[in-house]
């Protein structure tokens, strides 16, 4: 049967009216996201302060009295100041971008779905916020000590070497004395401010996203795209690719590696115990409605 011209309307009015309300939605997020930009602008200097924190105390544990960054062009600073008010920005103003987005799409939702839908947004941001306090406050400063301590360790090194052909340390193998001054280039750090404040967020975004492994699998768990057997029959190769993930996001450093791989495969295995309960809670669902046979499960397992 064909549609009438008056049928074609009605069903194109839900669409227009989905869209107009899409528009207010994503208006009212750019709006938040620009004011949280603006307020994270103003305190911009004390999130840079707190975020190269790790430089400065490695630096003075090396016995530099006062740690210096640099900029080499003028611009350099307040882009680098630009970009923290973007990131911290985007933070401030994420649950008014979640809200919205939740009641974009909550009218469409049933019940059951809206009370399985809602706890993952809530999770999210608070693990990715664990994810980046734990980046912040134990990776980076373990990362910087391997980087800046290497330079310092290898200069002992080279002055010990250098007083050993000088002569200056005795043969019966008492301690070296350093040299006030030695031949050659002295290598010292001189870090630019925004290739610092790279290091910094790189940690913070991977481990950031790392911590989102088990609200990523219990949701996939809910809608039936992975099972707690499936992941625990790849645990495996879980493993040897959370060890490439440590080897790629931390520095070549045993003790760092080791712990993002004990936390990352520790979120693994909390992963699959939530996913397992998600399946109870489903099949105690379905033995309730009278759809779950448990004749037909003893038939399945002994086959």
Avoid at 12 to 17: G, H, Q, R, V
Avoid at 73 to 95: C, D, H, N
Avoid at 123 to 145: D, I, N, R, Y
Wanted: charged share 15%.
């Amino acid at each position: 049967m064909a549609q009438t011209e008056n049928d074609i309307d009605d069903s194109a009015a839900p669409l227009i009216e989905h869209l107009a309300e899409l528009r207010t939605r994503l208006i009212r997020s750019v709006i938040a996201l620009l004011v949280g930009i603006v307020l994270a602008f103003t305190v911009a200097e004390p999130i840079l302060q707190f975020l190269v924190g790790p430089i400065e105390e490695t630096l003075r544990a090396l016995g530099d009295p006062s740690p210096t960054l640099q900029y080499t062009s003028p611009q350099e600073y307040l882009f680098t100041l630009f970009r923290i008010s973007m990131v911290f920005g985007f933070a401030l103003s994420f649950p008014v971008i979640g809200f919205q987005l939740w009641r974009f799409v909550a009218p469409g939702l049933y019940r059951k779905e809206k009370n399985a839908f809602l706890p993952f947004l809530i999770a999210s941001p608070v693990m990715f916020l664990l994810g980046a306090s734990f980046a912040h406050l134990v990776v980076t400063p373990l990362a910087m000590q391997f980087f800046l301590g290497f330079a310092d360790v290898s200069s002992i090194f080279a002055n010990l070497l250098s007083s050993v052909v000088s002569g200056d340390v005795a043969a019966t193998g008492a301690a070296a004395v350093v040299p006030e001054t030695q031949e050659g280039v002295r290598i010292t750090f001189f870090g630019k401010v925004n290739e610092s404040l790279d290091i910094t967020l790189k940690f913070i975004m991977a481990f950031g996203l790392c911590f989102q492994l088990p609200v990523l699998l219990t949701l996939m768990g809910k809608a039936g795209l992975v099972s707690s057997e499936g992941l625990g029959n790849v645990r495996k190769y879980a493993i040897v690719g959370i060890l490439v993930l440590a080897a790629l996001v931390t520095p070549p450093d045993v003790i760092t590696q080791g712990i993002l791989f004990v936390v990352v495969y520790g979120l693994y295995e909390i992963s699959i115990w939530l996913v397992r309960s998600v399946e109870s809670k489903r099949e105690a669902q379905l033995r309730e409605d009278g759809f779950y046979d448990d004749e037909d499960e003893a038939d399945e397992e002994l086959k």
